[in-house]
């Protein structure tokens, strides 16, 4: 077993996915089961091989740092579950 | 006289311009196709009838006033995954369900410009996580294609498995489709239709639903090569909101399909001769060296030692990416909102019910994987090996042109027969994960039936942006293998 319970629910905990005991059970199985099988990469040598970044080499282009979008509150909004004027609206945080 | 949904792009490009039928005319049969079917396959999961004749509307004018684009009244239906501005766009995901863009992905902005029609949105699976249809909210897809002598429901492969059944069940003419680890290819081959995965950076990512974002790219499913290449022709461009795509012009993709394999050289590689390898996919593959020797071509033996590899580390990559961009589902900006006591349980409550169980899987694998302490062990080690991966393909590249493997381990399998152990479904991209591990471009074609009587693909491998050898090779296949059967129309229902 690489992850055992206690790992799943700090997981779930981390990613803010509210879980069940049953399915912290089933969890702790199927993240096991991928983890042991990704674990085959451990016989790979890489420690003198760099990470990939790019497929071809080419350098990022940057734009010009000026203001290209904005003004569309309105849009920006559209989809929110939960507005007042013009912001979102979330549970109290700080008392 | 063919039917209109019969007809490839090409065709009905010449028709159209021939004034044989018009742009309403080929739009209002695919409206009736898709209305007689989808009860049965559920490949569009939003139709989108009014848009469509309107669109088609306006593309009979253009025609008429000799304007019309490259795609000018070419019915179409879009991968649920491409924000369409005012049109709902889910990703088939809960937390989704009532998202609505204000915005155009660039991709689908491309086709509107050429004159395509939009049908209507296509079924995939939840964040385009899966190789089956099986995770979607809305439900699996059905393949029109069934086992002989049996009317099992198979499944259109996945992702994309909305697009897959619909451009082989005739309910549109061409479908966009995004692939990340085969999600392209794969419904491609088990619906005995054509696939393309561009390689990385060919089009632009903007106002796709991201899934893993160094691994996945758009492009077309069709019922043939010429027509996959009439449609990435448009779908590939340079887009300055997206750093990653390539600012490169895009070839005449067309002019490349009937160019022949005359002097080309084939790499086989013998990795891909995985131990159990069903006879009917070894001597597939085989027919595929045979044609295309016959049609000119040389083949040579590679060896690409790393390939075993590929899929473990795509299952640390893409679960770790998919953490990040997954993120942003919060209840708060967009999507579904669970009320709970504070913040935190507003959150958690908000994912529980938006995620699918698939799609927490890999979120939880991503978010251990990336967590304090495990960065180099996993995502680094995988990204190193990535490296590996694309430098033997740069070194086979040094001597062939294209590389011939199959798409898939197997044809069509049933609903439900694969989804117990998720390792068994992710062997399903076995022959095609290596590709968006390496950023190349990959194609599938048809190339003929399994003895269950469905479809199987052949995929070819080529140069990072040398999509058009590929179809030069594909269309050799296509054109050896002969027309498909198409599959019985047991799905629609009588109006």
Same mark, same amino acid.
């Given at each position: 077993m690489s992850v055992d319970r206690a790992t799943v629910r700090r997981i779930a905990?981390l990613a803010?996915? *509210?879980i069940?005991e049953a399915e912290a059970e089933r969890l702790e199985q199927e993240l096991s089961g991928i983890l042991d099988w990704v674990a085959q990469l451990d016989?790979? =040598?890489?420690? *003198? ?24 509150? =309105? ?8 507005? =007042? ?11 | ?24 005319? +080929? ?12 009860? %049965? ?206 600012? +490169? ?63 473990p580390?795509?299952y640390i990559?893409?679960p770790?990416? %998919? ?34 169980a698939e799609?927490k899987r890999r979120i939880l694998i991503g978010t251990y994987v990336?967590s304090?302490?495990y960065?180099?062990a996993y995502? +680094? ?39 117990g152990d998720p390792v068994e479904m992710y ?69």
């Amino acid at each position: 077993m690489s992850v055992d319970r206690a790992t799943v629910r700090r997981i779930a905990r981390l990613a803010r996915i *509210a879980i069940t005991e049953a399915e912290a059970e089933r969890l702790e199985q199927e993240l096991s089961g991928i983890l042991d099988w990704v674990a085959q990469l451990d016989g790979i =040598d890489t420690s *003198a091989v760099e990470p990939m970044t790019r497929v071809a080499a080419m350098t990022m282009q940057k734009r010009k740092d000026e203001v290209t979008d904005g003004f569309c509150a =309105d849009d920006v909004l559209k989809n929110a579950p939960k507005v =007042d004027d013009h912001y979102f609206v979330v549970p109290k945080i700080v008392e | 006289m063919t039917k209109l949904t019969d007809l490839s792009i090409a065709d009905a490009r010449e028709g159209l311009r021939a004034k044989s039928f018009s742009a309403s005319e +080929l739009t209002q049969a695919h409206l009736e196709a898709i209305a007689a079917a989808n009860a %049965a396959l559920n490949a569009f999961i939003l139709p989108t009838p009014e848009r469509a004749l309107a669109m088609a509307k306006a593309s009979e004018a253009r025609l008429k006033a000799g304007e019309g684009g490259a795609l000018e009244g070419i019915p179409l239906g879009i991968k649920d995954l491409f924000c369409t501005k005012d049109v709902r766009t889910t990703a088939c995901s809960h937390i989704l369900h009532r998202f609505t863009p204000t915005y155009e992905s660039t991709v689908t902005a491309n086709l509107w410009a050429a004159g395509a029609v939009m049908l209507g949105k296509l079924n995939n699976d939840e964040f385009a996580m899966g190789s089956s249809n099986e995770t979607s909210f809305y439900g699996p897809v059905v393949n029109p294609w069934q086992r002989k002598g049996s009317n099992a429901k198979l499944v259109p492969g996945g992702s994309s498995g909305g697009s897959s059944a619909a451009v082989a069940a005739r309910l549109c003419m061409g479908a966009t489709a995004t692939d990340t680890g085969g999600s392209i290819r794969q419904p491609a081959a088990v619906t005995g239709t054509v696939g393309i995965k561009p390689t990385y950076g060919r089009c632009s990512r903007w106002g796709i639903v991201a899934f893993a974002s160094s691994l996945d790219q758009a492009g077309p499913i069709a019922r043939s090569i010429r027509d996959a290449a009439i449609l990435l022709k448009v779908m590939a461009s340079h887009d300055p909101k997206d750093t990653t795509s390539v600012d +490169l012009p895009v070839p005449d993709y067309e002019a490349a399909v009937e160019r022949g394999v005359k002097g080309l050289t084939i790499g086989i590689p013998k990795e891909y001769r995985v131990p159990g390898m069903a006879p009917e996919i070894e001597a597939l593959w085989q027919k595929g060296v045979e044609w295309l020797k016959a049609s000119g071509a040389k083949i040579k033996e590679v060896s690409l030692p790393h390939t075993k590899y590929a899929l473990p580390s795509y299952y640390i990559v893409a679960p770790a990416e %998919a953490s990040s961009n997954l993120a942003r589902y919060d209840g708060v900006r967009y999507g579904l909102r669970q009320p709970g006591s504070d913040v935190i349980s507003m959150y958690e409550n908000t994912r529980e019910a938006g995620f699918g169980a698939e799609v927490k899987r890999r979120i939880l694998i991503g978010t251990y994987v990336l967590s304090a302490g495990y960065y180099d062990a996993y995502y +680094l080690k995988a990204q190193k090996v990535r490296s590996l991966i694309k430098r033997d393909f740069d070194t086979a590249f040094e001597e062939v042109d294209a590389i011939l493997t199959p798409t898939t381990p197997g044809p069509a399998f049933a609903v439900g027969e694969k989804s117990g152990d998720p390792v068994e479904m992710y062997l399903n991209d076995i022959f095609t994960v290596t590709v968006n591990m390496a950023g190349l471009p990959g194609l599938s074609v048809p190339a003929g039936l399994s003895l269950e009587g469905t479809p199987l693909g052949l995929q070819l491998i080529g140069r990072p942006f040398d999509e058009e050898t590929l179809f030069r090779v594909s269309r050799v296949i296509e054109e050896a293998a002969g027309p498909l059967a198409k599959p019985q129309d047991w799905w629609s229902k009588a109006a």
